[in-house]
Structure formats: C-alpha cells, structure tokens
C-alpha cells in the first residue's frame, strides 16, 4: 500500500528533448517533492529521479518513493526560471554545469535506466584514483586505490616499503569510499 502517491519523476515527458539550460538545485533536507511540486505550478521543466522503498510492518507492506539523489532536483530554464526556482524557499544553492551535453548524456542515461524498471538503488560516488575499503566477499577489509584498466575496476594494493602493488579485479557494488573529498568541478 504506497504510503503517497507517486509523484512524477519528469515534467514534462519531453524534458530530456528539450534544448535549455540544465541547473541543478541543492536544497534543504527532505525537500526534493515539495521543489518539484513548485516547479511543475510555475511550469518550470524538472527531473527528479525516485526509487521504490517498501518497508513491512505489523503484516503490511507499505510503499513510498524516495529521491535517488537525496538534496537535489535537476530542473531546465532559462535563468529568469533559475530565478523563479529560487523563489520556493527550499533552495540552498543552484549549480550550473560546465558542461552541458555531459550532464545532458548522464541524466539522459539515468532516465532510460528508470524506464527499465531497473532497481537502482544510491551508490557512493567513486572515480579511479579513491581509495576505497572492500565491504563484503573474500577480501572484506582490504583498502587500496581504485583504477580503472581496460573498462574494468581493479583495486590497487601496495606494499609502500618496497614500492611494489598487486591489482585485484573488483566489483563497483563491494567497496566504499574510505574518506570524502570534495567534488569541485
């Protein structure tokens, strides 16, 4: 039994044919449906993309929608509707892609994974270079340096004091960042 109903994730449908500007709005906590509902009432296209959380209790099964992107909501316009955006109360600050067909591309190839019906869940953010910690299988526990090497994940593990390392193929879904840094563009 769904909890609310399910908001859309798109408005309109043709967002992504759409040529305007993407912004992305960082907002206040648990706030991402109340931006969309103000978007689509001043007719600002927006992209809010949500997963299915179910939970049991008591016997039931209850429904709700969450943001995958927790804090933030991807809308297009021009920047008198980045101004009327600004204008919900809930915004705490709106980035400008620097590249606009990059951000075009991934949110593009987010939404035609949602129309699948895949189950996607939020993942920490990890780029070669991060040192991460294996979470689960044989080599729980292992820490090293993520590279990626002919289109595969393989995590570096070295002996500093003779400057030598060992590469281990790894699956993306095992391992988490072992620290946070910022991600400036």
Known sequence: MPILK???DAFPESIFEMTSPWWVAHLRSR??????????????????PQMEKRIRRS???FVS?????AGYVFFRGSR???????KSDVIV??????DQAEIAQELNQLHRLQLTDAQLKPHPFIEPGDTVLITEGAFEGYRGV??????????IVSVSLIRQSVALEIDRESIRPTATRPRVR
Do not use: W
């Open 6 to 8: 399910r908001e859309p």
């Open 31 to 48: 706030q991402e449906k109340v931006l969309a509902r103000y978007l689509r009432d001043h007719q600002i296209p927006f992209y809010l």
């Open 59 to 61: 016997g039931r099964t």
């Open 65 to 69: 929608y969450l943001p995958l992107f």
């Open 80 to 86: 008198d509707e980045r101004l009327r955006a600004l």
């Open 93 to 98: 600050n709106i980035l400008e892609p620097s």
């Open 146 to 155: 993520v590279v990626k090497e002919k289109g595969t994940m393989r995590l």
